[in-house]
């Protein structure tokens, strides 16, 4: 079975502190990806990386940065914490996309979550 | 950029019955997931859906994929409070392993 698994469940920080949620998977997927999941909007995708050190923008990078220094492991990072940053974080990862007609992704696997509060 | 609408937003069953949430996209579907997700938590995922017409089961939940209709259905069958969370589809978004999610349906199943 696929595990994601992150640092904390739960996390409060003050504004303008540097807030780090750690993912790490066990699966040697290639793919891994940083989601933010807001009452009426849904899932956002912040970041992905598809390899290590590797990184790309998503939807909303603004206000946040990435790292991947290993394979299993996925930071976030929020430079300046603010409180329009309050949210859950869903980190997601999947194996490198194999074509079958014109499907282009696989399967992504989500860790449990962390609810971060900003005051 | 592709959307996903869910429907409904929101659904109230009494253990038993059966209930169906649809999800609609804006554009061609390719391949089309579903995921549940309890409060609070991550998303678990059910099942991917690849081809029009297709379908599959997991326990008595059923998907189907309407390739034409660009929509997809999920079918609950004789309803617990297991089943009770929130359900959201994603869909392959056309970029690099990019999914565009749905906003979710909140299922409760009353005893």
């Known amino acids: 079975d696929v595990k994601v698994t992150q640092s904390s469940r739960y996390l409060v920080k003050r504004t303008g502190e540097k807030v780090f949620l750690e993912c790490v998977q066990d699966?040697?997927?290639?793919?891994m990806f940083w989601y933010r999941q807001d009452p009426g909007l849904g899932l956002r995708l912040i970041y992905f990386s598809y390899d290590v050190k590797m990184k790309e923008k998503g939807d909303i990078p603004e206000g946040y940065s990435v790292s991947r220094e290993k394979k299993e492991r996925f930071s976030l990072i929020l430079e300046s914490a603010s409180t329009n940053q309050t949210s859950m974080y869903l980190c997601?990862?999947?194996?490198?996309?194999?074509?079958?007609?014109?499907?282009?992704?696989?399967?992504?696997?989500f860790g449990p979550g962390t609810r971060l509060t900003v005051l | 950029s592709q959307e996903l609408e869910q429907s409904p937003q929101s659904l109230i069953v009494q253990e038993g019955k059966n209930l169906t949430i649809n999800c609609t996209s804006s554009?061609?579907?390719?391949?089309l997931y579903w995921y549940k997700q309890k409060y609070g938590e991550g998303l678990i995922f059910l099942m991917m859906?690849?081809?029009?017409?297709e379908e599959k089961s997991h326990e008595k939940i059923t998907a189907k994929l309407d390739e034409k209709k660009q929509q997809s259905s999920l079918h609950i069958t004789a309803s617990q409070p297991s089943h009770a969370g929130i359900y959201l589809c994603g869909a392959d978004a056309g970029g690099y392993q990019k999914v565009t999610f749905g906003t979710g349906t909140k299922l409760q199943v009353i005893p």
């Open positions: 699966m040697d997927h290639e793919n």
């Open positions: 554009k061609t579907l390719y391949g």
């Open positions: 997601a990862s999947s194996l490198a996309p194999k074509y079958s007609g014109r499907v282009s992704t696989d399967t992504q696997y």
């Open positions: 859906l690849q081809k029009g017409g």
